[in-house]
């Protein structure tokens, strides 16, 4: 039977090779983070035994990126409830007003397809 959820270019994708991704992020605020969520780690918390490691100094906690996309849809979500009030807008369409644009950035920064167009 064949499967009619993934397409061929998605299941092509499938163990594909990317490039890493690094992003700076500023230490005190992955310090502060991993405080805040009680995590003692020392690749969160101290840069000198951080820097010993295979990362070569402090990363964020992996929780960090999921903490920025909760931030993006409470503000979205406050921006529904006064951008039309005393009606409300469906957040929904704040979150697309701003992911769709990001979306398009991302498939041309990956040369146009899932798998880097390939």
Known sequence: MPNKILTDEMLNAVGFATTPV??????GAIRKFAQAIEDPNALFNDEQAARKTRFGGMIAPPTFGRMLGGIFLIWADV???????????????ITAMF??????????????GVNGGK
């Open 99 to 112: 992911g769709a644009p990001f979306f398009i950035w991302l498939m041309q920064r990956n040369g146009g």
């Open 22 to 27: 690094t992003y700076e992020i500023e230490r």
């Open 79 to 93: 921006l529904s409830r006064i951008l039309v009030a005393p009606e409300e807008l469906p957040v929904g369409i």
